[in-house]
């Protein structure tokens, strides 16, 4: 490599570094059957007890022992890898199960698999404008990387209406051609505001231009409606959705993607899209061990009043303690407002190194600048004790910061 291409990585670098939001990844090993516990790996590799508080294996079905033994069955079963694409020989009855599931799961005709919720998202709205050349993508300005990067792929016409914003969607729909093709794109629950969309709203506004709809529910599917279908099943409307999206990887505890909808466009999806013809399908394990959990989760609605209950538990006791728990939040995720990359990366290390806690910062680009956030996810297992132990860590780092900045 040439020393001036070289010094262009060092620069990309450099920058990052200077604004404090350089990322530092947590090495960490999950204590099976201990979960939310972990033990976090010091550079002299030693280890330190620590406990998660930010991860979206919401209810700690990666560590279900039914899930386990579910992978566990399908690798003595048929070993690792699922040895190709679906097309070549990677298609086995875990695939063909999990997304019969699925697809019961969110009330439609039919399920497709991907390898993640991102390529899933990627894959199928991009795939959508090469089937409609003619397309129009209204996307709501807060959607996930992965729909973003979807549409930014579909040479199609693309508008980004205002989060949320019912008004400024249905002016941005009066500006295509009444007979073209639309597509309302957004997502459930905002996993880094916490809010939710109005679904109902929007899908009144679809049927009124002839728009289609596409709901990620990637941060909802498992944790809300009495099914675990998500926020669409909760409000009574998964019926009015066209494309329901999802993740294997949160709420299930394990990984892959999937979207769900009417028979043939899902068969159309899977006959064209790149990101699902050619790459090697998930592990039939993996697959498996997504089902049981998709199947346990369906029938523990407790574990989701559960989850509310210690959301809506920690946030009360944030607000107690003064701390600044973003309004936005109606669901169970719990952002705290930092407003400045560099201190929300010294909140975090001082909650990991002094006091056990880890919850990573979140900062741009995942977030605007000024908006940086402690992002905390309560599980049924974090119980009152590691609140009251969480709460006081976060109020000692938080005073000393002010006091820092006060006397600075
Ligand atoms: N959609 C949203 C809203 C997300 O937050 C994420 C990931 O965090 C994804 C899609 C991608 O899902 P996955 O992690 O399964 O790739």
């Not at 039914?66 to 695939?95: C, F, K, M, P, Q």
């Not at 999802?246 to 505890?253: E, I, Q």
């Not at 975090?348 to 190194?353: M, N, T, V």
């Not at 996810?377 to 000393?400: G, I, K, Y």
Request: include cysteine.
């Amino acid at each position: 490599m040439r020393q001036e291409d070289a010094a262009v990585f060092e620069g990309a670098v450099e920058a990052i570094k200077d604004e404090g939001r350089y990322r530092v990844f947590a090495d960490i090993k999950r204590e099976k059957g201990r979960f939310p516990h972990a033990r976090l790996r010091l550079p002299d590799g030693s280890e330190k007890p620590i406990v998660v508080w930010c991860s979206n294996d919401y209810l700690g079905q990666g560590q279900h022992p039914e899930v386990i033994a579910a992978l566990h069955a399908a690798v003595e079963d048929v070993g690792a890898g699922s040895g190709g694409t679906r097309n070549i020989s990677g298609t086995t009855s875990y695939h063909v199960d999990l997304e019969a599931e699925l697809a019961q799961l969110h009330g439609k005709e039919s399920a497709l698999l991907f390898t993640s919720g991102y390529v899933s998202n990627e894959a199928t709205l991009s795939t959508l404008a090469k089937l409609f050349p003619d397309l129009w993508i209204f996307s709501d300005e807060l959607n996930h990387a992965s729909m973003i990067e979807g549409i930014r792929r579909a040479k199609c016409e693309k508008r980004v209406f205002r989060h949320n914003d019912l008004q400024s969607l249905e002016s941005l729909l009066t500006e295509a051609p009444p007979g073209a093709p639309k597509l309302i794109a957004f997502e459930s629950v905002y996993s880094m505001d916490g809010d939710t969309a109005p679904i109902a709203d929007i899908c009144d506004l679809a049927e009124k231009y002839g728009a289609m709809t596409y709901l990620d529910e990637v941060h909802g599917v498992g944790l809300y409606g009495q099914g675990g279908g998500g926020v669409a099943e909760r409000d009574g409307i998964m019926h009015r959705v066209d494309f329901i999206e999802g993740t294997l990887a949160k709420a299930f505890g394990v990984m892959g993607g999937y979207v769900t909808g009417p028979r043939a466009a899902i068969d159309a999806i899977r006959s064209t899209a790149p990101g699902f013809i050619f790459t090697t399908s998930l592990a039939p394990s993996i697959a498996a061990a997504a089902l049981e959990s998709v199947r346990l989760v369906r029938r523990c609605p407790h574990m989701r009043d559960r989850l509310a209950e210690r959301a809506a538990k920690l946030k009360a006791m944030f607000k107690a303690a003064g701390l600044p728990v973003m309004e936005s939040s109606t669901t169970h995720i719990v952002p705290l407002l930092v407003g400045d990359a560099a201190r929300c990366k010294r909140i975090s290390d001082a909650l990991l190194y002094d006091h056990g806690v880890y919850v990573q910062p979140i900062n741009f680009p995942t977030v605007p600048r000024g908006t940086e956030r402690l992002r905390f996810t309560p599980s049924p297992f974090h119980d009152d004790a590691l609140m009251e132990a969480l709460v006081a860590a976060v109020q000692a780092v938080w005073t000393r910061e002010d006091l820092v900045a006060s006397a600075a």
